[in-house]
């Protein structure tokens, strides 16, 4: 009975005798990450026999979009492409009260994730995050680094960075990461934290140095980089990830089903190519692991917003 339920919930719901559409509701412009993993995935998930649709909802830090989703029917034709930063960061920098980030969704599948570099103009006298934490602590309160936005996962990594090297850093807000990448390259920018797709290309020219991933390993792309936590600030990780959630209420044979077919998609082998284009690493997290993750991240993002007193533009 609960399965014939959870079918006629998912398949049966008809629109002019046709399945109803399955939409991906993301909170970023066409073009973007968010953007381009969601059509990747959803371009590939005709298991379903249903239409797989990609629709942008635009606004409010991508809070519009979560508000939009967890207030929507839970029968599984709604999923959000979520992130940290819509779900960790955003509701708490922003003081959301429209919706519960982790009352009001259901985990379906994390995708992947990908760290950030640590880069340095060249003129920059740090060879090494020790000394850029030596050169940031001879000046407190001096040292700017660039992002692409209050609540981004380069502000975020810059604030964890501070805090946890005992540093006092000012955020310099740019609209996007590439306003920021082009100051850093004209010398106006110290430092930033850059996603590593965006940075590895200018390291690689000799135009930025990399002095750190942000990531818990090395990655294979640049080997020779070291960890943050390994170049002088232990315990330190972050990366951007990306999954997709439903609505709280959404059966679980709907999550299981749509999580069977989002990993089926990631299994091709030209899906995988492309995912991996994007500097993601793709995970193999269970549905329940990726719940837990969440509220692991809202914990830990939401102590460093209320501790270093950040607030929303």
Not at 73 to 85: E, F, H, K, N
Not at 115 to 143: F, I, R, S, T, Y
């Amino acid at each position: 009975m609960k399965f014939l339920l959870a079918a006629l919930l998912f398949s049966a719901t008809l629109v002019h005798g046709q399945a109803k559409p399955v939409r991906i509701i993301v909170g970023a412009p066409p073009g973007g990450a968010n953007d381009t993993v969601a059509r990747i995935i959803a371009n590939r998930m005709d298991g379903l026999g249903q239409p797989v649709l990609v629709e942008n909802r635009t606004g409010a830090a991508q809070m519009i979009a979560a508000e939009y989703v967890a207030k929507s029917p839970p029968d599984g034709t709604t999923l959000l492409i979520a992130s940290q930063t819509i779900l960790a960061v955003g509701p708490v920098i922003n003081n959301v009260k429209t919706f519960d980030p982790l009352k009001d969704f259901a985990a379906v599948t994390l995708i992947g994730s990908t760290p950030l570099m640590l880069v340095v103009h060249p003129a920059v006298p740090a060879q090494n995050v020790k000394e850029l934490v030596a050169l940031a602590k001879a000046k407190p309160g001096e040292m700017n680094f660039g992002s692409g936005g209050v609540g981004t996962t380069p502000h975020m990594a810059g604030e964890l960075f501070a805090a946890m090297a005992g540093l006092k850093l000012q955020n310099i807000s740019y609209k996007g990461e590439q306003p920021a990448l082009t100051d850093i390259l004209g010398g106006r920018l110290p430092m930033m934290f850059s996603n590593v797709s965006a940075a590895l290309p200018l390291v690689k020219a000799g135009k930025l140095r990399g002095l750190a991933v942000t990531s818990a390993a090395r990655i294979p792309a640049a080997p020779d980089v070291p960890t943050v936590a390994e170049a002088g600030v232990p315990g330190y990780e972050t990366e951007t990830w990306l999954g997709l959630v439903a609505a709280a209420a959404t059966p679980a044979d709907v999550i299981a089903r749509l999580d069977r077919e989002v990993r089926r998609a990631m299994a091709m082998p030209d899906v995988r190519e492309r995912l991996l284009a994007q500097s993601l690493t793709l995970s193999a997290a269970t549905t329940e692991q990726f719940a837990a993750h969440i509220r692991a991240e809202h914990a830990k993002w939401g102590k460093l917003i209320r501790d270093a007193g950040i607030k929303g533009e």
